[in-house]
């Protein structure tokens, strides 16, 4: 890519990042951000004021969460459609995060429902309950979590990625919560290859680690 190529894929601005560093689907976005090496303001909001209840923020997004961005005259909520959208205007190579072939986008695909479904009801929620002090049993939702857990050690014995031998948007969309799940009181001792895979995330170029809260076994790590 020549210099020009370079230029036109930088924004005009730095990307407005409205979230919180505690937030796991924040820190999917703030990742590929870095690993684009895109210029960022980061905006943090106070969720325990209820920063995303206000007027201004429901503007953004009326689902009141985030993350949301501002990039230019458009504003998106939604972590996976926000990293869609980074990697369609953005990316040098769009293809490596989101293939191109009808399979390969299907399994991208297929992980962002993990991430929007049991990794957010099992191992998400289990923090959040440790996080925030909820008056609930966790056992339920622990239990929930190794179930999903099992099953990604399971297909990470044959795929060194979630979505195929390379990293994919996929895997930045499930990083944070999996490699979290400690500060929920879910171990990750008995996955050798979902540790692996964990590893092989953050030595890539441009990662950027999410804030480590010492809670439920992260507590006595």
Do not use: C
């Not at 930088?10 to 990042?17: F, N, R, S, W």
């Not at 996976?80 to 072939?101: F, G, H, K, S, T």
């Not at 962002?112 to 925030?132: D, E, H, K, W």
């Not at 500060?183 to 590893?199: A, I, M, T």
């Amino acid at each position: 890519m020549n210099a020009s190529t370079a230029a036109a894929r930088l924004p005009a601005q730095p990307i407005k990042l409205y979230g919180t560093p505690i937030s796991g689907h924040v820190h999917r976005v703030r990742l590929f951000l870095s690993m684009l090496e895109l210029p960022v303001e980061v905006v943090d909001l106070d969720l325990r004021k209820k920063a995303t209840r206000t007027p201004e923020f429901l503007a953004r997004n009326p689902f009141g969460q985030v993350p949301v961005i501002e990039d230019g005259d458009i504003t998106l909520a939604d972590s996976n459609a926000i990293l869609v959208y980074l990697n369609e205007r953005y990316a040098a190579d769009p293809a490596r995060w989101m293939p191109r072939d009808p399979v390969g986008a299907a399994r991208v695909q297929r992980w962002f429902s993990v991430a929007a479904g049991p990794l957010a009801y099992g191992p998400a929620a289990a923090r959040v309950m440790a996080l925030f002090g909820l008056p609930a049993d966790p056992a339920e939702t622990v239990s929930r979590s190794h179930l999903l857990l099992s099953v990604m050690e399971a297909h990470l014995q044959r795929e060194a990625f979630l979505a195929g031998p390379s990293v994919t948007l996929a895997d930045l969309s499930n990083y944070a919560y999996v490699a979290h799940a400690p500060e929920g009181s879910v171990s990750l001792e008995p996955y050798p290859q979902l540790r692996g895979w964990l590893e092989r995330i953050e030595a890539l170029p441009g990662f950027v680690p999410m804030v480590r809260t010492p809670i439920g076994l992260a507590a006595v790590a």
